[in-house]
């Protein structure tokens, strides 16, 4: 596995997010297309966990049904422009996509709905 790919897959090997204030000033820079993107992360199903990702389709047409009707090719580009910038990752040939610690502390800033971080309880000590 190339550090690349591991990154993707990793979060400790991810840079953290820069802090919040330079977040909340980027957002607001932002273009629309990528604004509708990562806010339907947050918005186009069930509460996700940190790093989940989403399919392509799934937020194609959650923008669909918000009204806000791109064409596939500036949806696949603007896809693609948020991967190469480190704020997605793109998985299975660009089926699905995972915000990566700085998209996803982008997404809680766009949102004010952060995505839960993952969490499980330890497994009890074993009794042989």
């Not at 932002?30 to 990562?38: A, K, M, N, S, T």
């Not at 989403?54 to 991967?83: M, P, Q």
């Not at 190469?84 to 700085?102: E, H, M, N, Q």
């Amino acid at each position: 596995m190339t550090p690349e790919v591991a990154k993707q897959f990793n979060w400790a090997l991810q840079p953290p997010p820069p802090p919040e204030d330079k977040l909340r000033a980027y957002a607001q820079q932002l273009p629309d297309i990528y604004r509708d993107i990562l806010i339907a992360f947050q918005t186009s199903g069930p509460p996700r966990t940190e790093g989940d990702p989403v399919a392509f389709g799934t937020i194609e047409n959650h923008l669909i049904n918000e009204g806000r009707e791109y064409a596939d090719a500036e949806l696949a580009l603007a896809f693609d422009n948020l991967a190469k910038d480190g704020i997605l990752s793109k998985r299975d040939f660009g089926i699905w996509y995972a915000p990566t610690r700085v998209g996803e502390a982008l997404i809680g800033v766009l949102t004010e709905r952060p995505a839960k971080p993952v969490s499980v309880p330890a497994l009890p000590a074993k009794l042989w």
